[in-house]
Structure formats: C-alpha cells, structure tokens
C-alpha cells in the first residue's frame, strides 16, 4: 500500500486538490491500487494553526510518505508576517528538507484547446516540452540574503549561488528524459552577464558528453522567452536553474492557454511532490470557478513517477483530453460553443471517464 499525504493548502487549493483526489482514486481503483492518504497542513492553514508555515508534523508525514499532492499555499492575508513566518517558506522548507532538487513541468497542448490559447494555431500546433527546473538552490535559497538600513537608504541582498554538483545532477535528468524523447535539450541560462551561469553553461557542457545521441543547444534566457511565443515547437527538453524556470513555466501556460492547466512533480530525495504550478488565487477561492486539471494531471505525474503506475497516469491524462475534447470548460477557458463547468463539474467528468475508460 502506498502512502500520499495530501496538503490541501490555501487559496483554491482545497477546491482543486479535492478534484485531484477524486481522479486520483478512480485511477487507483481501476489498476486494483491501494492508497491511504494522511492529511497535513502546509503554508498559511499552518501558520492560523500551529504559527508554522511548516510544522513538524507535516515534516515527518511527508519524509515518512511515498508521495505528496500539494494544492497551492500563499495569499495576501499573509503578507504582513516577517519572511520566516510567510506560506511560501512553508514549500522552500520542504523542498529543502526532502532534497527535492528537479521540478518537471510538462507543457503539452491539447488538440481541442488549440483556439484558446492567445497564440495562433500555426505557431502552437504540436508543441510538447518539458521544463527541468532546479529547484533547491539558487537565488530563492542563497545567502547572505537581507535588508540592512542606514538612516533614510535602505540595501537589499540577495545570493544567487551554484556548485558543480547542483547543476550537475539537473543536467543528468534533463538528458535522461531527452533520450526518451527527441533527443534535444536546451539549456538557458545567462551566461554573457552571471558568474553563475558561465559556471552552469560548462558544467551542463561537461554532462553532454555522457549522452552523444543527445543534440544540446544553449540559450539565453531573455531568448528564451521570446522564442516559447514565438515557436514553443522547436523544445523539447528545457534545463534551467531555479529563477529562470519560475518564470519561464509560467509563461509556457500562455501557450497551453491557461495555467491553470499544467501540472508538475519535484523530484530527488524522499518520495515526490506534485502540485499544479498555479498559485491560490485567493480572488476566486470559493467560487467554482478554479481550473482542477493542472491538479488532476500532477495526480497523474504521481502515479507516474512516484508509484510506478504508468496505466493508471495514461488513463487519466486520456480522460482530461477527452472531457475538453467533448467540449467542457471552466471559465478562463469558455469559448462560443463550449459549456461551461465549475471546479466540481470538471472534476466529476473527468472521474466519470476514468471509471468507464
């Protein structure tokens, strides 16, 4: 029996990580797959509870689990806490502590969402990239970090810090994947002005050598940028440090048509994390309007990578892509002639084709 512990989180996350919970089971069920399933909290629900963005409890769960499903944590409610007592120290917490130092973020393009994206069909017909994202080091995580004051001026600091190990290992993934894929990986990074990324160009250089069938490319990252619009079909693998994927993932979500679609897993250490890459949009909590499917297609990740299930994790991205085929959208999405659903609708549709797949 596999053990997930579910982190419901803030925002929309509880709408959506429910949504996620009811594919995840359908999934599970027609494979003959046990689960149990552990609640924790995680974020701002963590801090009105214990005044830890990451208790304890939640801690040892998760280092105990085989797998984690992660709503979305954050808000402004907590904006006025000092730094260590904000949501988002929460998830750096437990990507530090579960040594979760690759973040996959799968950017495929449903055929029936071709007219929903902002880009035209020529442009993004066939696109289908993955982004490795290094996920525990870097700017988010180096130190010294801080503000000092001196009278009236104030100095902000912030460490952008890499080592060869770290690049290294993110480097190994992305052209494992790529060999199972089109064998291309681009590497982005900005190495005509960091130190840091002169550093990731050659270490990423010196990995290539272990995979000849792999064609490596570099680019810079405000190249990047333009070219996800401009031409998201000539990625394949994409292998960024920790800013520049941020960034460049929540971009890709204009290609998909909405981010609310895409999904990710963190990976290394113990167990896995999966989470949509969304925020929790406190604005619409509690409306229905919230997209499920970024969450309902991480469900799909974890029974991928984390279980090892690879029929169950087919069987539900096939069922996302035949309820939007069918025409169902949540509202960010509706377009003449599609029927609009709200989170528990798409949720309930996307169960009901996994049970009858």
Same mark, same amino acid.
């Given at each position: 029996m596999a053990t997930i512990v579910i982190i419901r989180g803030d925002g929309i996350g509880p709408e959506v990580v429910e949504e996620g919970l009811k594919v995840l089971k359908a999934a599970a069920r027609k494979v003959s797959l046990a689960l149990e399933f552990q609640e924790a909290l995680l974020g701002g629900a963590a801090i009105d509870a214990t005044g830890d963005p990451l208790p304890e409890e939640t801690l040892h769960r998760c280092k105990q689990a085989d797998a984690i499903l992660l709503g979305a944590v954050g808000g402004p409610t907590w904006d006025s806490h000092p730094r260590e007592k904000r949501p988002e120290q929460g998830i750096l917490g437990l990507r530090k502590a579960l040594q979760l130092y690759a973040n996959l973020r799968p950017v495929r393009l449903f055929p029936s969402l071709l007219e929903a994206s902002p880009l035209k069909r020529e442009v993004i017909e066939g696109t289908d990239f993955?982004?490795?994202? !290094?996920? @525990? /080091?870097?700017?988010?995580?180096? %130190?010294?970090?801080?503000?000092? +004051?001196?009278?009236? !001026?104030?100095? =902000? #600091?912030? @460490?952008? /810090?890499? %080592? @060869?190990?770290?690049? =290294?290992?993110? =480097?190994?993934?992305?052209?494992? =994947?790529?060999?199972?894929?089109? +064998? +291309? #990986? /681009? &590497?982005?990074?900005?190495?005509? #002005?960091?130190? /840091? &990324?002169?550093?990731?160009?050659?270490?990423?250089?010196?990995?290539?050598?272990?995979?000849?069938? #792999? %064609?490596? !490319?570099?680019?810079?990252?405000?190249t990047c940028a333009m070219q996800l619009i401009r031409n998201p079909c000539q990625f394949d693998v994409i292998v960024t440090e920790n800013m520049f994927g941020d960034i460049l993932s929540d971009e890709a979500g204009a290609i998909a048509g909405s981010i609310g679609l895409l999904p990710s897993a963190s990976l290394g250490g113990a167990g896995g994390l999966y989470e949509p890459i969304h925020g929790a949009a406190p604005n619409i909590a509690g409306t229905g309007q919230a997209n499920p499917i970024g969450t309902i297609l991480s469900a799909a990740l974890l029974l991928r990578y984390s279980l090892k299930q690879q029929q169950a994790a087919t069987t539900i991205e096939a069922a996302v892509e035949q309820v939007l085929a069918q025409g169902y959208r949540t509202p960010e999405l509706e377009q003449p002639g599609t029927e609009l659903v709200g989170t528990q609708r798409m949720g309930d549709l996307i169960t009901r084709a996994v049970e009858t797949a």
């Open positions: 993955i982004i490795f994202r !290094e996920l @525990t /080091s870097g700017l988010y995580y180096g %130190t010294p970090r801080g503000i000092d +004051k001196s009278g009236d !001026e104030e100095r =902000a #600091v912030d @460490t952008l /810090s890499y %080592t @060869t190990s770290e690049i =290294a290992r993110i =480097a190994r993934l992305a052209f494992q =994947a790529a060999e199972g894929r089109r +064998k +291309k #990986v /681009s &590497s982005i990074d900005k190495a005509n #002005v960091l130190m /840091s &990324s002169q550093l990731w160009r050659r270490v990423v250089m010196h990995v290539a050598q272990e995979f000849p069938g #792999v %064609t490596l !490319e570099h680019m810079l990252v405000d």
